[in-house]
């Protein structure tokens, strides 16, 4: 389940934003999960969002790596987020189970993120994830 924790809550980390003009600007930029163990570059990626892994502790590259046998530093965690309804919705690659989860994410203030992932709809997992950078793409 801990590892089911890391790849929800850096989904749901991807997926947040609030105002609608500017929903998808508040999403852009690099994000910690709240054990500070990985760093996620969110950007855009055609007409959705996607966050790349631009850093890891080393207990998360290793268990990473034991889960789906890829590096987790330049890994795509976050896939085809979209914006629905007050929250951005899409597909989280956890790479310690080596599966993909459905996530969600809603911007609470311009530093925070409620990042929501869930395995087979009822295994859900909710963070707040801390920006620490801007874009870097």
Do not use: Y
């Not at 980390?13 to 930029?29: K, R």
């Not at 987790?72 to 976050?78: E, K, S």
């Not at 009822?122 to 950078?133: A, D, L, P, S």
């Amino acid at each position: 389940m801990k590892h089911l924790t890391l790849g929800l809550a850096a989904a749901a980390a991807l997926i947040a934003t609030s105002a609608p003009a500017t929903a998808q600007d508040d999403l852009l930029g690099v994000w910690r999960n709240p054990k500070n163990s990985v760093h996620v570059d969110i950007r855009q990626c055609g007409a959705s969002a996607c966050g790349v892994v631009v850093w890891a502790s080393p207990k998360a590259r290793d268990d990473a790596r034991r889960g789906s046998g890829r590096e987790l530093v330049g890994m795509q965690l976050f896939q085809d987020f979209t914006r629905a309804a007050n929250e951005w919705r899409g597909k989280v690659f956890v790479p310690d189970l080596n599966r993909t989860l459905a996530g969600a994410a809603r911007i609470v203030d311009v530093n925070h993120l409620e990042a929501k992932g869930c395995a087979l709809g009822v295994f859900c997992k909710t963070q707040i994830w801390t920006r620490i950078g801007p874009n870097e793409s």
